[in-house]
């Protein structure tokens, strides 16, 4: 994730204020999408990729706290930044312990902000470079690096797909978050198409001990049946 790839979602009370730090953060690189209020910010991160959100908390309709924690129950683990004003040390607590990645006191540096941004690009880049990126099935090599199975090519969506389903070995991968992942859209194509891909997945897995399962209205998640018998 690089500033020219990161699509950052800015939610805040003042429509001022979150219309320039929107202009600023597009100088820099940096694509921003801006909610109105926390409910338009819950439906936007579920329905489009977001990699960073920002909001403060006392945003309309749900709250900055509410949303943060309602986020988290919905399984969306993309970086958040919370912004506030004279917030009590027990409600920041608090957004830490619900799954905030950083609190920035208003009135904030943009300049400081922008460093938060680029810590959490760092760190979510060297999470994804120090995962395991090759896997045995059965004595056929998965090389999700390399986009091979067994010797044999697969397409850089092909290999991406399988290689999120092994680094999450035996875990439910949400369908949307897939579709976000790989397609960058979440629509009815991007499904079918994915319908598609995981299909093929199961054709060539076939003869291995890996299968693929549909977990209904959740996402997919691959197994060893040999551990499941």
């Not at 926390?38 to 991160?45: A, D, K, M, N, R």
């Not at 994804?128 to 090519?153: A, L, P």
């Not at 001990?209 to 997919?220: A, C, D, E, L, S």
Request: aromatic residues 6%; charged residues 30%.
């Amino acid at each position: 994730m690089d500033n020219l790839r990161t699509e950052i979602l800015l939610c805040d009370n003042d429509a001022n204020f979150v219309a320039v730090l929107a202009d600023y953060l597009r100088e820099r690189g940096y694509k921003v999408t801006i909610a109105r209020d926390g409910e338009e910010c819950f439906t936007t991160i579920q329905s489009k990729p977001i990699d960073i959100c920002i909001f403060d908390t006392r945003i309309p309709k749900l709250n900055g706290v509410n949303l943060l924690e309602d986020l988290r129950k919905a399984g969306e683990n993309l970086p958040i930044i919370i912004m506030g004003d004279n917030v009590k040390q027990e409600e920041i607590i608090r957004l830490y312990n619900a799954g905030c990645d950083a609190y920035v006191e208003k009135p904030l540096s943009v300049e400081i902000l922008i460093c938060k941004i680029n810590a959490i690009i760092r760190r979510c880049d060297e999470k994804q470079n120090n995962k395991e990126k090759v896997f045995d099935f059965d004595g056929k090599i998965f090389d999700g690096e390399r986009h091979s199975f067994d010797g044999q090519h697969l397409s850089a969506r092909e290999s991406d797909l399988l290689l999120l389903l092994c680094q999450n070995m035996g875990e439910v991968v949400d369908r949307h978050l897939i579709l976000r992942a790989l397609w960058k859209e979440d629509n009815f194509f991007a499904s079918r198409s994915l319908s598609v891909y995981i299909n093929h997945l199961r054709h060539i897995l076939n003869n291995t001990n890996m299968q693929i399962i549909v977990v209904h209205k959740r996402g997919y998640k691959i197994v060893n049946c040999k551990e499941q018998t």
